[in-house]
């Protein structure tokens, strides 16, 4: 895996990190596990919005890490906004600790079960930056860490075997503007018949309309809306210009300008120049609260390295190429990670990502196990049909190879069911189709002939009418 730069993972990592919500009403949960590609840092939450969020910036959901209770000793979170990392603890002397050395406390995370149930061990990467701590329910992995140079640092907490499980909807919040731009938009997962309160946000250039929150009972999908009003004021606009200069301020690519508004951040990225290498941060940010100017200095590079190809090949268990590979020229002495790909069909073996130092050209190979096949399915049609010709209803369903179907017949107001309620398929091995038959119904129409004074005068022999069709009486003298 290719190393990235610092500034991209702070981003990542400062975009999540309000979305933490401490103080819900506290209930066992699902505790989402999350892993960085960039940064190699796993995390941990309970709160599905931000799980959402993080895969949504491109980190990777591996699912249930484990169950927290609903009470217990508390879990410190805690996030390094120097290096993009989080840490949990115990231990409220290591969370002092860290809050003095420039770590941001970040709340109670969760809490561990007193009565020991499940262990989560601990183990550290004393060569990471980011992502130096791990932690498990799954003991294998904890020795297979250990096995590759971690450390272990004994049990960290505890979580709880797996209850009954709790019936959760959705719900939705929108923050919608008079111009019809949503604003903001977020999802909650929130326990059966529970109540949900959610509170309207502030949003530059626009004004609440209505109360500032809402409350719901929810006993299914929600959605709550809170609407705004597009504020009139005209929006003031400065310019930023980004330069690109060597160490003696001289010009060495053309500069760039944007309009940007007042109040607002402006994030300007170092170009790549050749034959040039960048001074300091590749990018920077400045408020716009006037015109600004951002400059990146280079320095020009000395006589060219020598560099070497590194080729990246992706092999079924036979050594067939079942992936075209990459490569990459790096320069001699330099150390190449490659990540392994996901490929549709097949499994890796072995580890995820390799890495060689560079001192001639080579070959990285990842080697894949072809999957099983499919499951195959086939389609059941159900069709219900009168004796008018009309389909009273239709309906399909997708049933595995070698399965046996059974269908019912349902009910059709002036239809009547020819032949059993039920058919059923004993084996089902192609696309087939179930028809159900209904006999259309007829009533009997009497007219009958009366005077004023109440006399029947005349009745008519009754008539056989079919459901849903007209019958004409004509009157006689």
């Given at each position: 895996m290719k190393k990235v730069k610092l500034f991209v993972f702070l981003v990542l990592s400062l975009c999540f990190s309000v979305l933490v919500v401490f103080g819900e009403e506290a209930h066992a949960a699902d505790m989402y596990?999350?892993?960085?590609?960039?940064?190699?840092?796993?995390?941990?939450?309970?709160t599905a919005s931000e799980k959402n969020h993080l895969v949504k910036v491109g980190w990777k959901y591996e699912g249930i890490g484990w169950i927290a209770p609903s009470s217990g000793n508390a879990v410190y979170?805690?996030?390094?906004?120097?290096?993009?990392?989080?840490?949990?603890?115990?231990?409220?002397?290591?969370?002092?600790?860290?809050?003095?050395?420039?770590w941001k406390y970040e709340g109670i995370g969760w809490y561990s079960d007193i009565k020991k149930a499940v262990p989560l061990y601990r183990a550290y990467n004393p060569n990471a930056k980011a992502g130096s701590h791990n932690y498990t329910v799954n003991y294998a992995?904890?020795?297979?860490?250990?096995?590759?140079?971690?450390?272990?640092?004994?049990?960290?907490w505890y979580g709880i075997n797996k209850s009954a499980p709790v019936t959760k909807y959705s719900v939705t919040v929108k923050h919608v503007g008079s111009d019809g731009k949503e604003l903001k938009k977020s999802t909650a997962s929130v326990e059966k018949g529970k109540s949900y309160t959610a509170k309207a946000e502030s949003f530059s250039g626009y004004t609440l309309k209505g109360s500032s929150s809402q409350t719901v009972t929810v006993n299914g999908n929600k959605t709550i809306t809170f609407n705004y009003t597009k504020n009139a004021a005209p929006v003031t606009k400065y310019t930023v210009t980004v330069k690109y200069v060597d160490s003696s301020g001289k010009e060495i690519e053309k500069a760039v300008t944007a309009s940007v508004e007042k109040g607002k951040t402006y994030k300007a990225t170092a170009k790549s120049i050749s034959g040039y290498t960048l001074?300091?941060?590749d990018s920077q940010t400045v408020t716009v609260d006037g015109n600004k100017t951002i400059t990146?200095?280079?320095?020009?590079?000395?006589?060219?390295?020598?560099k070497y190809t590194v080729t990246?090949?992706?092999?079924?268990?036979?050594?067939?190429?079942?992936?075209?590979?990459?490569?990459?020229?790096v320069e001699k002495g330099k150390t190449y990670k490659a990540t392994a790909k996901s490929i549709s069909g097949y499994t890796l073996k072995g580890n995820d990502s390799q890495t060689v130092t560079v001192d001639g050209n080579k070959t990285i190979t990842f080697t894949y196990t072809k999957n099983a096949a499919p499951v195959t399915k086939y389609t059941v049609t159900i069709k219900h049909v009168g004796s008018d010709g009309k389909e009273l209803k239709k309906a399909t369903v997708n049933v595995e190879k070698g399965k046996p179907y059974t269908a019912k017949a349902e009910t059709f107001t002036g239809y009547t069911l020819n032949g059993n309620n039920a058919q059923t398929i004993s084996a089902v091995n192609a696309d087939q189709t179930l028809t159900f038959n209904y006999n259309l119904n007829k009533y009997n129409v009497t007219v009958v002939h009366k005077g004023s004074n109440g006399k029947t005068l005349e009745t008519e022999k009754a008539v056989s009418v079919e459901y849903g069709k007209e019958h004409t009486a004509k009157s006689k003298t």
């Amino acid at each position: 895996m290719k190393k990235v730069k610092l500034f991209v993972f702070l981003v990542l990592s400062l975009c999540f990190s309000v979305l933490v919500v401490f103080g819900e009403e506290a209930h066992a949960a699902d505790m989402y596990r999350l892993y960085n590609p960039n940064s190699g840092e796993h995390f941990y939450t309970a709160t599905a919005s931000e799980k959402n969020h993080l895969v949504k910036v491109g980190w990777k959901y591996e699912g249930i890490g484990w169950i927290a209770p609903s009470s217990g000793n508390a879990v410190y979170r805690l996030y390094n906004p120097n290096a993009g990392d989080h840490h949990y603890t115990m231990n409220a002397g290591e969370k002092n600790n860290l809050v003095k050395v420039g770590w941001k406390y970040e709340g109670i995370g969760w809490y561990s079960d007193i009565k020991k149930a499940v262990p989560l061990y601990r183990a550290y990467n004393p060569n990471a930056k980011a992502g130096s701590h791990n932690y498990t329910v799954n003991y294998a992995e904890q020795k297979n860490l250990l096995r590759v140079g971690w450390r272990d640092e004994g049990i960290a907490w505890y979580g709880i075997n797996k209850s009954a499980p709790v019936t959760k909807y959705s719900v939705t919040v929108k923050h919608v503007g008079s111009d019809g731009k949503e604003l903001k938009k977020s999802t909650a997962s929130v326990e059966k018949g529970k109540s949900y309160t959610a509170k309207a946000e502030s949003f530059s250039g626009y004004t609440l309309k209505g109360s500032s929150s809402q409350t719901v009972t929810v006993n299914g999908n929600k959605t709550i809306t809170f609407n705004y009003t597009k504020n009139a004021a005209p929006v003031t606009k400065y310019t930023v210009t980004v330069k690109y200069v060597d160490s003696s301020g001289k010009e060495i690519e053309k500069a760039v300008t944007a309009s940007v508004e007042k109040g607002k951040t402006y994030k300007a990225t170092a170009k790549s120049i050749s034959g040039y290498t960048l001074k300091g941060n590749d990018s920077q940010t400045v408020t716009v609260d006037g015109n600004k100017t951002i400059t990146f200095t280079y320095t020009k590079n000395a006589a060219p390295v020598t560099k070497y190809t590194v080729t990246v090949k992706y092999v079924d268990s036979s050594g067939k190429e079942i992936e075209k590979g990459v490569t990459a020229s790096v320069e001699k002495g330099k150390t190449y990670k490659a990540t392994a790909k996901s490929i549709s069909g097949y499994t890796l073996k072995g580890n995820d990502s390799q890495t060689v130092t560079v001192d001639g050209n080579k070959t990285i190979t990842f080697t894949y196990t072809k999957n099983a096949a499919p499951v195959t399915k086939y389609t059941v049609t159900i069709k219900h049909v009168g004796s008018d010709g009309k389909e009273l209803k239709k309906a399909t369903v997708n049933v595995e190879k070698g399965k046996p179907y059974t269908a019912k017949a349902e009910t059709f107001t002036g239809y009547t069911l020819n032949g059993n309620n039920a058919q059923t398929i004993s084996a089902v091995n192609a696309d087939q189709t179930l028809t159900f038959n209904y006999n259309l119904n007829k009533y009997n129409v009497t007219v009958v002939h009366k005077g004023s004074n109440g006399k029947t005068l005349e009745t008519e022999k009754a008539v056989s009418v079919e459901y849903g069709k007209e019958h004409t009486a004509k009157s006689k003298t």
